[in-house]
């Protein structure tokens, strides 16, 4: 069973940027898809972004677009969260997530099989 491994989370303010990273048991990690979720206080998880690792291509809800960006990193094969210009509603736990083949309801938490623990993200004055 493979694991992600969250880093990076923190207490900034609004505006604020933070560089979340995931790296996974197995590596390089084999798989071809990672994503990112995240779930605020009273809520249930939701989708904020995902790679696909083949076409090299990014995927981002609409809330977090032109904010938030997946860098790749080719030697861990694995990507990394860029939030920028955060604001108190990015606040939540953000969970890293994989899987070996890429789906087309990577919005769907359910279709990931590998998880982290989470990092928590606090945007407050």
């Known amino acids: 069973q493979v694991h992600m491994v969250e880093s990076g989370g923190g207490l900034v303010q609004p505006g604020s940027s933070l560089r979340l990273s995931c790296e996974a048991s197995?590596?390089?990690?084999?798989?071809?898809?990672v994503g990112w979720f995240r779930q605020a206080p009273g809520k249930e998880r939701e989708f904020v972004a995902a790679f696909r690792w083949e076409l090299n291509r990014p995927y981002y809800t609409d809330s977090v677009k032109g904010r938030f960006t997946i860098a790749k990193d080719n030697a861990r094969k694995t990507v990394a969260l860029q939030m920028n210009s955060l604001k108190p509603e990015d606040t939540g736990i953000y969970y890293c997530a994989g899987r070996q083949y890429w789906t087309v309801a990577y919005y769907d938490q359910d279709q990931w099989p590998f998880w982290g623990q989470g990092t928590q993200v606090t945007v407050s004055s």
């Open positions: 197995e590596r390089p990690f084999s798989g071809k898809a």
